[in-house]
């Protein structure tokens, strides 16, 4: 069976950061019993000023530029070099980590597991010509319309996404086919997690 779930920008959840000095936009998360926080949470960020990254022990992150001129990550003293927009970098939650802005504020896109209950990745695409994918089962997969108008085709059902809308694609014991196409140049962020424990 496969479930589909639109999450509009405008319906996502302003959640403080845990070292108290900005705010995220919360897209999704997942919890699961018997466990303290979560196993993944989505987020976007705007960032105003260079500054330390929150801590995550025992988590893994990905963190993309989604608007600005970038910037670099120290990351337990060694460099990200300078992240331009739709780059993605993957550091661990444990480190100590702060961010340099390159010239003003930017928009990024967070991406928080833990690495014993899942395996995760971030993909940008240029989607002009069209992007075709497999889903796997027990995957779940969320599209992020990065910069544009974004049409998701997915077995016989069509989504339209707006700039940083998300559709969540879920899979339990059976794949499904995957279809994207924009209607001018567009980048779409493909977030996949897939379970460890089906």
Excluded at 14 to 38: A, M, R, S
Excluded at 41 to 69: M, P, T, W
Aim: glycine share 8%; charged share 25%.
């Amino acid at each position: 069976m496969v479930k589909y779930k639109f999450i509009p920008h405008t319906d996502f959840v302003q959640v403080p950061w845990k070292n108290g000095l900005g705010v995220t936009q919360e897209i999704d998360k997942l919890n699961v019993d018997g466990k303290e926080g979560f196993v993944w949470r989505l987020s976007i960020a705007a960032v105003d000023k260079d500054g330390a990254f929150s801590h995550f022990e025992g988590y893994q992150r990905n963190i993309s530029v989604l608007a600005g001129n970038g910037m670099t990550l120290d990351v337990d003293g060694k460099s990200s070099g300078v992240l331009r927009a739709f780059e993605s970098y993957a550091f661990s939650g444990d480190a100590d980590t702060s961010a340099v802005l390159v010239d003003g504020k930017i928009s990024d896109f967070n991406l928080i597991y833990d690495p014993c209950f899942v395996n995760a990745r971030v993909d940008w695409c240029d989607v002009a010509e069209g992007v075709s994918s497999g889903v796997d089962a027990h995957t779940t997969v969320f599209i992020l319309a990065g910069t544009d108008k974004t049409e998701i085709k997915i077995d016989d059902s069509i989504f339209n996404l707006g700039k940083w809308d998300v559709l969540r694609i879920k899979t339990d014991d059976c794949s499904s086919k995957l279809s994207i196409a924009a209607h001018n140049t567009a980048k779409v962020g493909i977030v996949t997690i897939q379970s460890l424990k089906p």
